[in-house]
Structure formats: C-alpha cells, structure tokens
Nanobody
Framework: QVQLVESGGGLVQPGGSLRLSCAAS????????MSWYRQAPGKERELVAA????????KFAESVKGRFTISRDNAKNTVYLQMNSLKPEDSAMYYC???????????WGQGTQVTVSS
C-alpha cells in the first residue's frame, strides 16, 4: 500500500533553512508528480510545491516562490523540499503526496513539523 514518510522538520529561527524529505513507496514513484503540502493550526491544507515526474516542471505557491525549491531522486523514491529564508508564517505541519494539482492519494503520512520562531 501507499506509504509516505516525511522527515527533516524542526525548530528554526527566522531566516534559517531546512530541508525536508519524503520517502515514498507503494506506487510508481518515478512516473508520479509529487507535491508538498502544509497545514497550520486552524487553516486548510495548502499546496506548497509540486514537481513533475521527470523533474522538468515545478511550481510553487506564491508565498514561497524564490525561497523554496523542490527536487526528487527517482532512484531513492524520495522528494525533497529545500526551504530557505524561513518566516514565522511558514510554520506548519508539512506533508507530501503524489499528484500535481490535487493529492492523488487519500492516505497521508504523519507529516513533519516546521516551526519558525526566535
């Protein structure tokens, strides 16, 4: 079955950086677009970034453009989110899923918490 295991979150000061990882299994990762989502308390889950299966296309939410990059390693079935110049408003639980515009799977991993605070 589908498994998505996010890691790499933590507490970081404003302006700092984190690199999130998502290890995927249970589907054909190399042929799947992958996305990162985040959800802050009291807010809806939002799409942060997506990458096409061949890494030829990426897209980002306006709020993270120029600060976040998304990449993937199809040999490791892993997608990454490099987050730079972090702001307090980036604090949220971060999740990955397959898909480009909407999550492909109903299953969600445990997520990884990112907290940006001084």
């Amino acid at each position: 079955q589908v498994q998505l295991v996010e890691s790499g979150g933590g507490l970081v000061q404003p302006g700092g950086s984190l690199r999130l990882s998502c290890a995927a299994s249970g589907f054909t990762f190399s042929r799947s677009a992958m996305s990162w989502y985040r959800q802050a308390p009291g807010k809806e889950r939002e799409l942060v970034a997506a990458i096409a299966w061949a890494s030829s296309r990426t897209k980002f939410a306006e709020s993270v453009k120029g600060r976040f990059t998304i990449s993937r390693d199809n040999a490791k079935n892993t997608v990454y989110l490099q987050m730079n110049s972090l702001k307090p408003e980036d604090s949220a639980m971060y999740y990955c899923n397959a898909g480009w515009d909407t999550p492909l799977y109903h299953y969600w991993g445990q997520g990884t918490q990112v907290t940006v605070s001084s």
